[in-house]
């Protein structure tokens, strides 16, 4: 079965620059969230979007943004990039007949130096 | 959002039955309450979702007495692939008013040969 595809699956980035993450959700999914996860932190929810519009906002830097798409997949940008944002990047998604489980993507792993 | 407190840390041996209970003395009448499983540097991982009384599905049970202050993960006859951390989070159905998930602090399952 198709999963949460997420891309690159790692990168690495100096301070002050900027990066974009890519998440395509399951097909027929509308629903895209974002996660940080810190080392040996737990996940934390950054930002959501239901059938392309915000639909909730977490704890994400005004630094960072997000939209998603018409074909619903998402890209989270992040900029001035700081040594503590490097972390596993998961995004998940859900659609209708399934709402309640979040499929989790194999994440982002963003390194910046 | 009603808090999650479970054990930080189990350690249990192949072949054993394992229960992981967590505390959630503030869980509201809509709320559900939903284990997921993580593997390092993997996404969370749906396991169950229950309301009340019983529940089973092929990889786990949840116990969730008449009271639902608390609910107890059931793991029957773990093996060294079940070592993880698993997360107890109390929300709505799919994961909150807006659908984002809350996770708490974890418990680290170590299973041993």
């Known amino acids: 079965a198709a999963g949460v595809i997420q891309s690159p699956r790692h990168l690495i980035k100096e301070k002050r620059e900027t990066a974009t993450l890519k998440c395509y959700p399951i097909p027929r999914h509308d629903t895209v969230y974002w996660y940080q996860q810190g080392p040996g932190q737990d996940p934390q929810f950054l930002i959501s979007f239901y059938e392309k519009m915000q639909s909730d906002k977490g704890s994400i830097p005004d630094r960072f943004s997000a939209q998603q798409f018409s074909d619903y997949h998402s890209e989270l940008n992040m900029s001035s990039l700081e040594l503590g944002d490097s972390a596993l990047y998961f995004c998940?998604?859900?659609?209708?007949?399934?709402?309640?489980?979040?499929?989790f993507g194999p994440g982002t792993r963003l390194l910046v130096l | 959002l009603a808090k999650t407190t479970q054990p930080v840390s189990m350690d249990s041996y192949e072949g054993q039955e394992v229960n992981i209970t967590c505390s959630h003395n503030n869980i509201a009448t809509n709320d559900y309450i939903t284990w997921y499983q993580q593997f390092p540097s993997q996404g969370p991982r749906f396991i169950i979702q229950?309301?009340?009384t019983k529940v089973t599905n092929e990889v786990a049970s949840l116990f969730i007495p008449a009271d639902r202050k608390s609910s107890t993960l059931s793991l029957p006859r773990v093996s060294l692939s079940d070592t993880a951390v698993y997360y107890c989070l109390v929300g709505l159905p799919n994961g909150g008013s807006q659908g984002n998930l809350i996770f708490g602090k974890g418990t680290k399952l170590s299973v041993k040969p």
């Open positions: 998940a998604s859900t659609g209708q007949g399934v709402r309640e489980t979040q499929y």
């Open positions: 229950g309301y009340k």
